[in-house]
């Protein structure tokens, strides 16, 4: 891989933000340090690298901080232009509409799918769902007028909105694993370009170079929902 300029990544393997930005790395060919930080008891480098939210990612790039996972991304993508894939368009409006997706995926796709699996009642759980599924419809809207369904967000080659959404996969595989419920988010038959999306950017070498284990990922969510129940069990 390339020279990352003194490249630090404070974050933790699991977060589905933090792979986002080894994504960008992977993709790009930058070589970095990977700080895994615990958050229950969160290390001064984090505090002081980010003290307004204290939540990772971070990326210090010759020791300077940048914080928010997309953020980050295109910072990666802006202060190493020379090196390719580029992952935002220099059209104005393509990468505007770039970032209005991957705004999108947070602001619905990954709010809706925390309220289905995690939602305090059926009924809940069940808007959740209805709220994912909408979203979902959307995007496999965008990637049919991106590359008519035969390619990436980006168009030919993988790009930012690719970047935002790989980087949930193996995050919302192990939440369809513990779900129980067999529901499919990534649905062929409702979603079917979606659908081969998600396969085709599991084989690109940048995603699997970056993208967790989905075994390793399910083990650590079941760890986390079992000492979530001993918590209250301890109240």
């Not at 700080?35 to 980010?50: A, F, Q």
């Not at 409006?93 to 995690?118: G, P």
């Not at 284990?213 to 929902?225: G, I, L, P, T």
Request: aromatic content about 8%; hydrophobic content about 45%.
């Amino acid at each position: 891989m390339a020279a990352g300029d003194d490249l630090k990544l404070i974050g933790v393997w699991a977060s589905p933000f933090v792979v986002r930005v080894k994504l960008a790395l992977s993709f790009k060919g930058l070589s970095y340090e990977n700080v895994e930080v615990d958050l229950t008891s969160k290390s001064g480098l984090l505090l002081s690298s980010n003290p307004v939210h204290k939540k990772v990612p971070v990326l210090l790039h010759m020791e300077k901080p940048i914080c928010e996972s997309m953020v980050i991304v295109q910072y990666i993508d802006e202060a190493f232009a020379g090196t390719s894939p580029s992952l935002l368009s220099s059209d104005p409006h393509e990468r505007a509409v770039a970032c209005f997706w991957a705004a999108y995926i947070d602001d619905k796709l990954v709010a809706s799918c925390i309220q289905s699996f995690r939602g305090k009642t059926e009924e809940d759980k069940s808007e959740g769902t209805k709220q994912m599924f909408a979203a979902l419809e959307n995007l496999e809207g965008a990637l049919k007028e991106s590359c008519n369904g035969e390619g990436y967000f980006g168009g030919e080659s993988v790009g930012f909105v690719d970047v935002s959404l790989g980087g949930l996969l193996s995050w919302l595989n192990a939440a369809e694993v513990m779900s129980g419920t067999g529901i499919k988010i990534f649905d062929p038959i409702k979603t079917p370009l979606l659908a081969a999306w998600t396969e085709r950017f599991r084989e690109l070498d940048g995603a699997k170079a970056a993208l967790p284990d989905n075994d390793m990922m399910v083990e650590f969510a079941r760890k986390r929902q079992a000492q979530a129940a001993a918590a209250v069990a301890a109240h």
